[in-house]
């Protein structure tokens, strides 16, 4: 019997306000909720000097009557980026989001890994050795500053970001060694076109390496058309293989919490009831 604790990104759902959508996850029987940085700052009209004690307790409040928790609070921006006036504003997004999320009582603040560019996009340099120092530099300045704030960072592996493969992964955590360093597990983020058909392998690994260090799931399916993987909504399309990860899921983590990304209004509810049916 499933011991998964399903959630939804709050930016898949109706585009409403932040307080409705809370309570319409608690109607479709979510128990949590990833909250973005960016649904924060488009919903309040402000930028992170917005981001105070006040705000967070007003947040917290709303999930707390709707029974839902913030099972991880977003910010996802480029901490590979070789612009250092660029870079600098982006560490101190970081760190104020680090603050709020410590206020709304979020354990984790989720990130992805980055591209060595300005404009966040994947180049093939982004798996090279250099690409991944510059970015650990970095990471760790992060990390040293959120466990002033009790937050984890969980950081995502993604193919075409710098930590792309289980691998690399264990090189970052085992690098910063920290306890404030974690990881999202997002199955569909570590494929492409090209090894999509070696994705028990991939998953395997992923969890023969770093299953000690997986802090939350991401869900979701994936679609191949015109040669182009597609991400879609979990149990969508079928083509994402679970059972082995749910399988640890319940057996080792259990009510590990999971959010589902790439649903729509219309499929929300589906993919919870898939990903509880395991």
Not at 15 to 22: A, I, K, V, Y
Not at 34 to 44: D, M, P, Q, R, V
Not at 125 to 143: D, P, S
Not at 212 to 227: P, Q, R, W
Request: proline share 5%; aromatic share 10%.
């Amino acid at each position: 019997m499933s011991n998964l604790q399903v959630g939804i990104r709050l930016h898949d759902m109706e585009p409403t306000s932040l307080e409705n959508r809370l309570a319409l996850a608690k109607e479709q029987g979510f128990s949590c909720i990833h909250l973005a940085s960016k649904i924060i700052y488009k919903e309040y009209g402000i930028d992170r000097h917005g981001l105070t004690p006040g705000l967070a307790a007003h947040i917290r409040r709303e999930c707390e009557k709707n029974n839902l928790n913030i099972a991880i609070y977003g910010c996802y921006l480029n901490l590979a980026n070789p612009d250092q006036t660029q870079l600098n504003e982006i560490i101190e997004e970081y760190k104020a989001n680090m603050r709020f999320a410590h206020w709304l009582g979020s354990p984790l603040l989720g990130t992805e890994t980055g591209c060595p560019n300005t404009t966040y996009s994947f180049c093939p340099e982004a798996h090279e050795e250099e690409a991944l120092v510059y970015f650990l530099k970095n990471l760790k300045t992060v990390v040293d500053y959120a466990q002033h704030y009790s937050v984890t960072i969980a950081i995502e592996p993604v193919w075409k970001h710098i930590i792309y493969n289980p691998k690399r992964a264990r090189l970052a955590l085992d690098f910063i060694s920290s306890p404030h360093l974690k990881l999202i597990f997002d199955p569909v983020n570590m494929l492409w076109e090209g090894n999509h058909t070696d994705q028990k392998v991939i998953f395997h690994e992923m969890l023969e390496r770093n299953s000690s260090d997986v802090a939350l799931l991401h869900a979701k399916d994936y679609t191949i058309e015109n040669g182009t993987l597609t991400p879609c909504a979990p149990g969508s399309a079928g083509n994402l293989d679970y059972t082995e990860i749910l399988h640890w899921q319940r057996t080792c983590a259990p009510f590990l919490q999971a959010t589902i990304e790439n649903s729509t209004p219309e499929n929300a509810v589906d993919s919870r009831i898939f990903l509880e049916s395991f």
